[in-house]
């Protein structure tokens, strides 16, 4: 019998987030991470073989964020006019962790990342933001090329590093709001999809809800 709702919907999921005493390098390699940026395994709740390592930190300066796709035998597909049909990291955020609402805020956003497609011959890692679909209000667009990006593409797989700067985070208040809605989707045209919480029955693009709890912590 096929299970209607994955067990993790039943759940309002909430992790620590830790601070970094120094940002990360933005060099592709997740390698040298502390494993305390290391984010939980949820798809496991759900009996999911996962695919990708997902590492988070934060900082004055923003959000900094890592992954590690492992098992592929085809090289990423990636095409920033349509990055949600080509391999990449998605990223939702909640700076104000409204979690009873069901439509995106002015404190939500959406970013995305992958590991190529972008540079004269499309080689290296990309990044940008987009509106999140039907959204109450969107926050401002970021301008081009002010996520910095890095990616280190191997015959089975890529790592990826990313930094979300403060100033293309709108509302992030660390002190005043220390609780954010974050939920990070792999997918991958080859391995398929990897969430921390919910998959596309679930509407995880829209609905701010299916978004897990990221405590900010020293």
């Avoid at 019998?1 to 987030?17: A, D, G, H, S, Y």
């Avoid at 984010?39 to 390592?53: C, K, N, Q, S, T």
């Avoid at 930190?57 to 592929?72: F, T």
Wanted: aromatic share 10%.
């Amino acid at each position: 019998m096929n299970q209607l709702v994955p067990n993790r919907f039943l759940f309002k999921f909430e992790f620590p987030l830790y601070r970094c005493s120094k940002p990360p390098k933005m060099d592709g390699k997740v390698s040298t991470w502390n494993s305390q940026f290391l984010l939980p395994a949820l798809h496991a709740v759900d009996g999911e073989h996962g695919f990708a390592e997902l590492y988070a930190a934060w900082h004055d300066s923003g959000l900094y964020i890592g992954c590690r796709v492992k098992g592929k035998r085809e090289h990423p597909r990636c095409d920033a006019s349509r990055f949600w049909k080509s391999d990449n990291i998605r990223i939702m955020t909640d700076m104000r962790d409204t979690r009873n609402i069901r439509r995106a805020t002015r404190f939500c956003q959406q970013f995305y990342m992958m590991p190529a497609g972008g540079g004269p011959q499309g080689r290296q890692a990309i990044a940008g933001d987009a509106a999140i679909h039907r959204a109450t209000e969107n926050a401002p667009l970021a301008d081009e090329g002010t996520i910095p990006v890095a990616s280190n593409v191997t015959k089975t797989g890529y790592s990826l590093t990313a930094h979300l700067p403060t100033a293309i985070l709108h509302g992030f208040d660390p002190v005043e709001n220390p609780r954010i809605g974050l939920l990070i989707m792999v997918e991958d045209l080859e391995l398929g999809q990897q969430s921390l919480t919910v998959g596309d029955d679930l509407n995880w693009w829209i609905d701010p809800s299916t978004w897990p709890t990221a405590i900010l912590t020293e």
